[in-house]
C-alpha cells in the first residue's frame, strides 16, 4: 500500500508458496478445499521495514479508511519516509496531519530505533522469529501481534501463528468447530497440522472471512 506520493515499490511473493499449499491440502481438510477456491492469488510484501512498521502504528485503533487518509497526510511531510527524516519532523506538524499525540510518540520511537541501530534490520534475515519479535516489542507502540504481522507481511516469514489475531480465531471458529466459540488451545491445536507453513494456513483463513487479500 502507497501513500498519494508516487513510490515506485517492488512486489515479492514468497518461493515456497507453491510447496505450502500442496502440503497444506494433503495435511488438513479444510485447507484442501480452501485453497483452491483462491487460484494464483497469494502473501505479497512491498515497501520497505521503517514504512510497514511506520503505517500499523497509524493504523492503530481506527478505520482502514482513517488511517489511510492520515498516513496520506503524514507521507507528504517529510521527502521521502525514512527514520531520519521522521526525527526532523516537528511535533505540530504531524499533529495537523492527524495523530494523537501518542501516536507522535510511538512514531518517534520507532525511527530512533532504526536511526541509532537499535533494531538489526540487516541481521534480521538470519534471526529466529522469536528474537525479531523480541526486538521488535522493544519498540513503543508495537505488540506482538504487530510484530507478528510484520514477520508474515513483510520478511514472509513461512510459520507464524498469530494466535492473538481475531480474524484467524473466528475463521478458525467457523471452518473446524461449526462457528462455536475456540480457545487458544483449541487454535494452535488445528494448527499442528499446517506446520511448518502456519503463515499460508492463516492467509487462507484470513480469505475465508474476507476474499480481499490484506496487504502491509
Not at 512486489?11 to 491440502?25: G, I, N, Q, R, S
Amino acid at each position: 500500500m502507497v501513500a498519494t506520493k508516487k513510490i515506485a515499490t517492488e512486489v515479492a511473493t514468497p518461493p515456497y508458496w507453491e510447496d505450502a499449499c500442496k502440503h497444506l491440502m494433503k495435511k488438513d481438510r479444510v485447507m484442501k478445499r480452501l485453497i483452491p477456491k483462491f487460484g494464483d492469488a497469494c502473501l505479497q510484501t512491498r515497501g520497505d521495514a521503517f514504512v510497514t512498521l511506520a503505517r500499523s502504528i497509524v493504523g492503530q485503533q481506527i478505520s482502514v479508511k482513517a488511517a489511510q487518509t492520515v498516513w496520506d497526510r503524514f507521507a507528504l511531510l517529510p521527502k521521502k519516509i525514512t527514520a531520519g527524516n521522521v526525527l526532523k519532523l516537528k511535533v505540530d506538524d504531524m499533529r495537523a496531519a492527524g495523530l494523537s499525540a501518542r501516536k507522535v510518540e510511538y512514531l518517534v520511537d520507532l525511527a530512533l530505533h532504526f536511526d541509532n541501530g537499535a533494531v538489526h534490520v540487516k541481521a534480521w534475515e538470519t534471526m529466529d522469529d522469536e528474537a525479531i519479535i523480541e526486538e521488535l516489542t522493544a519498540i513503543r507502540g508495537i505488540g506482538r501481534w504487530t510484530a507478528e504481522m510484520f514477520l508474515i507481511f513483510h520478511l514472509m516469514r513461512p510459520n507464524i501463528l498469530p494466535l492473538d489475531d481475531v480474524g484467524l480465531i473466528n475463521g478458525i471458529s467457523q471452518s473446524y468447530f461449526s462457528g462455536d466459540v475456540v480457545s487458544r488451545s483449541d487454535a494452535r491445536e488445528v494448527a499442528a497440522a499446517w506446520a511448518p507453513y502456519c503463515s499460508v494456513a492463516t492467509w487462507y483463513i484470513w480469505r475465508s472471512l474476507d476474499p480481499l487479500p490484506v496487504e502491509y
